[in-house]
């Protein structure tokens, strides 16, 4: 089945630096969404960009989206401890618009 | 605010228990999710419901099933607990509007753990 992949798979960076994060997929898509989550806790949805979309900020988040390299990007800009979480991105699946397909994430680690 | 909330946060079982595994969510959403995250493995999607009574499997459904009787609630049950179902069990909802996708809202997770 389809599936974003992110990369890295770990990423460890100091407090105040920007960290980018990346996904790539296999089939045409027509949005792609980012969460986080926290250790032992649920997700939390960031950005959802639409295939017509090429860029979209919110906060100290901007995510890209290259849908003909079928790629998106995650950065986030000085970050702070609390930052530290599992990103994922999700595409939607190519049976049902309402279901999404979670990518095996990245584990980022921001150090004060 | 949407909230989506899971009847335990860590439950124990034995082996050949039947485990009922409750969520609510309060925003009237169509669409509820029940995934498993495994370290490795990611989210995986158990079950799928777009409306009351309607249920699809998703990708690992073997061992489980799901009851939505109410569009709030959505059980997923496991009929004979066994030690490979030790599990982070996640539920979602979200709106669901034909043609479209939008972003889940997830509870906090139950930590199942059979023995």
């Known amino acids: 089945s389809q599936q974003g992949e992110e990369d890295p798979q770990a990423l460890s960076i100091q407090e105040g630096e920007n960290a980018t994060m990346n996904c790539s997929y296999k089939?045409?898509?027509?949005?792609l969404q980012w969460y986080r989550q926290n250790s032992g806790r649920g997700l939390v949805h960031l950005i959802l960009?639409?295939?017509?979309?090429r860029e979209k900020h919110s906060g100290r988040l901007r995510v890209t989206l290259d849908t003909s390299k079928k790629s998106s990007s995650l950065l986030i800009t000085a970050s702070r401890a609390a930052d530290t979480a599992s990103y994922f991105c999700?595409?939607?699946?190519?049976?049902?618009?309402?279901?999404?397909?979670f990518g095996p994430g990245t584990s980022l680690s921001v150090i004060p | 605010d949407v909230k989506v909330t899971q009847s335990s946060r860590y439950l124990v079982k034995r082996t050949g228990e039947k485990v009922f595994l409750e969520c609510v969510q309060d925003?009237?959403?169509?669409?509820m999710f029940w995934y498993r995250q495994d370290p490795g493995l990611g989210l995986r999607l158990i079950y799928f419901?777009?409306?009351?009574?309607?249920?699809e499997k998703g990708d690992i459904p073997e061992g489980y099933s799901v009851s939505r009787e109410k569009k709030e609630r959505f059980s997923l049950i496991l009929e004979s607990a066994s030690t490979n179902q030790t599990s982070m069990y996640l539920c979602?909802?979200?709106?669901?509007?034909?043609?479209?996708?939008?972003?889940?809202?997830f509870g906090p997770g139950t930590r199942l753990t059979v023995t």
């Open positions: 979602a909802s979200s709106l669901g509007v034909t043609g479209l996708s939008y972003e889940q809202y």
């Open positions: 089939t045409s898509i027509n949005n």
């Open positions: 960009i639409r295939s017509n979309e």
């Open positions: 999700a595409t939607d699946s190519e049976t049902s618009y309402d279901k999404v397909i």
């Open positions: 925003m009237d959403h169509e669409n």
């Open positions: 419901s777009y409306d009351v009574k309607m249920k």
